[in-house]
């Protein structure tokens, strides 16, 4: 049972290049989330997902796009990278709402954007 | 210079002393907490949850402390050992959101 697994887990991109994150969970949960952290600050929401072909933004959603085209796949795709971007980024899944019950997170993606 | 913001509040005990990692919350109206742990390059771990209606619960080593009068929460863990050093930290539902602190940083010497 693996979890929540991320790919890549680290990726160095130019500015104005674009890329895809690719999260995968098998524990069935309706619910994924992308997250970003940087130093000093919690982890904030980019997207989020209530269930397969459902996406919505979360606090800090600019700049990014997502798909759940598959229950078990969320992908957080970057159209053109910026600086701003770079960060490490977590997927996370939970069987319910994130209000009501803990997240699972994956072990993150370290992007740096030059 | 470095930014202030980067330095994490840290904790530093020995081996087999207890924690106490606190964290204050925001808003009387938030009405579940949970702390999660962080280890070095590794993803947040849930370590327990607790709900408003409640004052204390107790896990495996580990017991939060809810105080609504002072909107604190504390993680308290009972003979420390060194895989217990991470960053933790408490977040809290407020109207239908999930907020995170910004953790405490856990160091703990043989």
């Known amino acids: 049972n693996a979890g929540v697994t991320q790919t890549p887990k680290f990726r160095v991109l130019k500015t104005g290049q674009s890329m895809t994150l690719l999260c995968a969970q098998d524990?069935?949960?309706?619910?994924m989330y992308w997250y970003r952290q940087d130093p000093g600050m919690g982890l904030r929401l980019i997207h989020y997902?209530?269930?397969?072909?459902?996406?919505a933004k979360g606090e800090v959603p600019d700049g990014y796009n997502v798909s759940r085209l598959k229950k078990q796949n969320f992908l957080l795709g970057l159209e053109s990278a910026a600086p701003s971007q770079t960060s490490v980024y977590f997927c996370?899944?939970?069987?319910?709402?994130?209000?009501?019950?803990?997240?699972?997170f994956g072990s993150g993606t370290q992007l740096s954007v030059l | 210079g470095e930014s202030v913001g980067l330095h994490l509040p840290t904790l530093s005990v020995q081996e087999g002393d207890n924690s106490i990692i606190n964290c204050a919350y925001s808003?009387?109206?938030?009405?579940?907490f949970i702390w999660y742990k962080q280890e070095s390059g590794k993803g947040p771990q849930f370590i327990i949850d607790?709900?408003?209606?409640?004052d204390k619960r107790q896990g495996q080593r580990v017991t939060v402390l809810l105080n609504k009068t002072v909107k604190h929460l504390s993680l308290q863990i009972a003979a420390t050992q060194p895989g217990d050093s991470a960053v933790y930290f408490c977040?809290?539902?407020?109207?239908?959101?999930?907020?995170f602190g910004t953790g405490t940083r856990l160091l703990v010497s043989p």
């Open positions: 977040a809290e539902i407020l109207f239908q959101k999930l907020v």
């Open positions: 808003n009387s109206a938030s009405d579940y």
């Open positions: 524990m069935n949960h309706e619910y």
């Open positions: 996370a899944s939970s069987r319910r709402g994130a209000t009501n019950e803990k997240l699972f």
């Open positions: 607790i709900r408003s209606n409640m």
């Open positions: 997902s209530v269930g397969e072909g459902t996406t």
